[in-house]
């Protein structure tokens, strides 16, 4: 079992899988959320027509996730892992050339496969073990945190790309720059995801997690398989937690339009919106490993329930400061970063209520399948809506329209996490055998 390696051993393979995790999404999601501004240039879209893009992806995801649970119940994380990063690395080739926009939508919808169907429960079930009974918050912690920290170090490196380009700090790209600054950062995180393909193929050892994993698979085997999806779906937590993480991924998806809001709305240049975002994913790691901390001493259902509560409010102050002024140009931004900790903090410790709901081990991939069918279908529906939000009222407007539908689904998030934490202290939930 895991936790019967080397401490050194067991950090290297947290590690892995945590670098992995985390580049696996950098060719679809990184270039988007940190370069949004370029990237709308260089591509000549619209909010509208990229969140149309991002629907298709969204869509083929919803497709893998299913399947994809079912099979990381079935075989081996570390082959499937490697084998979804290296098919992911491979898009990176295309995607350099700068493509047209249809293409372009086939080249995500292409992503939408390879990021998911084998990869994400996978991941989500080999920290599941890594972390044993005593330690899911800290386990997850550790990865979206530590997910968080890699985004930041190699978002880094991005932005200074992307200033090789800049005439100066406070000047602006033309498009042919544009293009080319573009088509370098692509290449660097196409790289960046083949090491991590290489990194777990060299630090997670053959038999994964030894005997525990053996007889997750086993389990799995004398069962069928449409029984088992059968037992999930049955369990009301299962859908709570679902939506929970629903609503937490509005909120992360909604990090994407920060970097815009930071051009349109507090007037900065590219760069300096690139810097902000950037940066800002160094809080990740802080608020991530935080949450895990404070939900393995109390409750992990109270801390998500408390989150949600203060990101509503927040959100909801950026109705009420409106730019203008030095004073109110400060606030807004604090109020970005705090809205950031917030995000970072629920997203961290979410898949720790797997291990609350007394789900056995042998069905955590498929729970995780059914919970990730209904969690992340914004990527179907949420950049579509948000664009065109911001496209029907540019500037403050739009932008006060996204945070009052954020700020809607946040109190909605809270009101589903008080529900769950209530059931799960009170015993009110099946144990599946």
């Not at 909604?254 to 975002?277: F, I, M, P, R, S």
Request: some cysteine.
């Amino acid at each position: 079992m895991i936790q019967t390696l080397s401490v050194k051993r067991r950090m290297l393979i947290i590690f892995s899988i945590i670098f992995a995790g985390e580049m696996i999404f950098s060719l679809p999601f990184h270039v988007v959320r940190f370069f949004r501004p370029t990237l709308l240039e260089a591509f000549d879209l619209t909010n509208a027509q990229l969140g149309d893009i991002f629907a298709l992806y969204g869509i083929m995801a919803m497709l893998a996730y299913f399947p994809g649970g079912a099979i990381a119940d079935r075989f081996s994380g570390r082959g499937l892992m490697s084998f979804s990063l290296l098919m992911t690395a491979l898009g990176g080739i295309y995607y350099v050339q700068i493509p047209d926009k249809a293409m372009l939508a086939v080249l995500f919808g292409y992503w939408g496969v390879t990021t998911i169907l084998l990869f994400w429960a996978s991941m989500i079930k080999m920290t599941s073990l890594w972390g044993g009974e005593a330690t899911q918050g800290k386990a997850f912690g550790f990865l979206d945190g530590g997910r968080g920290l890699i985004a930041a170090g190699v978002a880094t490196v991005a932005v200074f790309i992307l200033s090789l380009w800049l005439p100066t700090t406070q000047g602006s790209l033309n498009v042919e720059q544009q293009r080319e600054a573009l088509s370098a950062i692509i290449a660097f995180y196409s790289l960046m995801t083949l090491l991590a393909a290489a990194l777990v193929l060299i630090a997670i050892p053959k038999d994964e997690f030894g005997q525990q994993q053996n007889e997750a698979t086993a389990t799995f085997a004398k069962n069928n398989t449409i029984d088992t999806i059968i037992t999930v779906v049955k369990q009301p937590t299962v859908w709570l937690q679902a939506l929970i993480v629903m609503t937490a991924y509005c909120g992360f998806k909604g990090l994407d339009y920060y970097g815009l809001y930071a051009t349109k709305v507090l007037e900065l240049n590219e760069l300096a919106a690139a810097q902000l975002v950037a940066y800002s994913t160094y809080l990740r790691p802080v608020a991530a490993i935080t949450a895990g901390i404070i939900a393995d001493r109390l409750q992990v259902g109270r801390v998500i329930t408390t989150g949600f509560l203060l990101l509503g409010v927040s959100y909801g102050l950026f109705l009420l400061l409106q730019p203008g002024s030095a004073n109110a140009s400060g606030m807004i931004q604090a109020n970005l970063l705090f809205s950031i900790i917030l995000v970072f903090a629920i997203r961290g410790i979410y898949f720790a209520l797997l291990q609350k709901s007394k789900l056995p081990s042998h069905l955590t991939g498929t729970s995780v399948g059914v919970i990730s069918v209904v969690g992340f279908t914004p990527d179907i529906f949420f950049a579509s809506v948000a664009g065109r939000l911001l496209d029907s009222a540019p500037g403050i407007v739009g932008f006060n329209r996204l945070f009052l539908l954020l700020a809607c689904l946040a109190m909605f998030g809270f009101m589903l996490s008080f529900v769950l934490a209530k059931r799960i202290s009170s015993g009110k939930y099946k144990n599946p055998a």
